[in-house]
């Protein structure tokens, strides 16, 4: 079993949609919770980061982390066909990061 | 701040040769990272430095792999008699020491033929 599981998808939308992205793990010891967008082809960037249970909201996304389910959410509102991307989950511990595979989302106009 | 940087963008070899990836952090990181990535999958953690001092290495990296950062700035990938499952994305990140947040560069995307 992988430390870090994620929603595979592919997510297919409309545009104006809510969009739920979901990690789960196994690592009590993560600390920090990241989610990073990645288009075809290129480095991951990095959109939410957070360490602590709750909600972290950055203009239309929200980052969620509940630590006693070992459960990590990123919401996108308002979704845009420039949203279109592969999202990844990542933890992290003393350094070094695991990632999720990735759910792919495409936000049709 | 230039972000992270990487050379080459793309890199086509023969089976059995050697190749070297670098990687410039941003300026003020004072970790730096290495993933390979390969299609429909997450990066990989690979290795990663804290100035000079090389942390933590997967078990992914073979012999054939090696990681220096020699004066803690760039930091070089060298992959000897590459093999045609060394075909992937190979992504660098840095952070400072302490902190989640790691910025990636654009890759090195090795193709092995």
């Known amino acids: 079993q992988k430390e870090v599981e994620q929603d595979p998808g592919p997510l297919s939308v409309p545009e104006g949609a809510i969009v739920s992205l979901n990690c789960t793990y196994s690592?009590?010891?993560?600390?920090?919770f990241m989610w990073y967008r990645q288009y075809s082809r290129k480095g991951p960037e990095l959109l939410m980061y957070t360490y602590s249970s709750g909600n972290k909201e950055d203009g239309r996304f929200t980052a969620q982390v509940d630590k006693s389910s070992k459960y990590i959410s990123l919401f996108i509102r308002d979704s845009q066909p420039s949203d279109s991307a592969t999202y990844l989950c990542a933890i992290t511990n003393a350094g070094k990061s695991t990632f999720g595979d990735g759910t792919t989302l495409t936000v049709k106009p | 701040d230039t972000g992270v940087s990487q050379d080459p963008r793309h890199k086509i070899t023969k089976r059995g040769q050697n190749v070297t990836f670098r990687c410039d952090p941003i300026s003020e990181h004072n970790r730096l990272y290495w993933y390979r990535q390969t299609l429909g999958q997450g990066p990989e953690f690979l290795t990663y430095?804290?100035?000079?001092?090389?942390?933590?290495k997967s078990r992914l990296l073979s012999d054939r792999f090696s990681a220096e950062r020699p004066k803690g700035s760039f930091s070089t990938l060298e992959i000897q008699r590459t093999e045609q499952g060394d075909s992937a994305m190979y992504l660098c990140a840095s952070s400072l020491a302490g902190d989640g947040e790691q910025y990636f560069g654009p890759g090195t995307r090795l193709t092995v033929t």
């Open positions: 430095f804290q100035n000079e001092a090389q942390l933590e």
């Open positions: 690592n009590s010891a993560f600390q920090y």
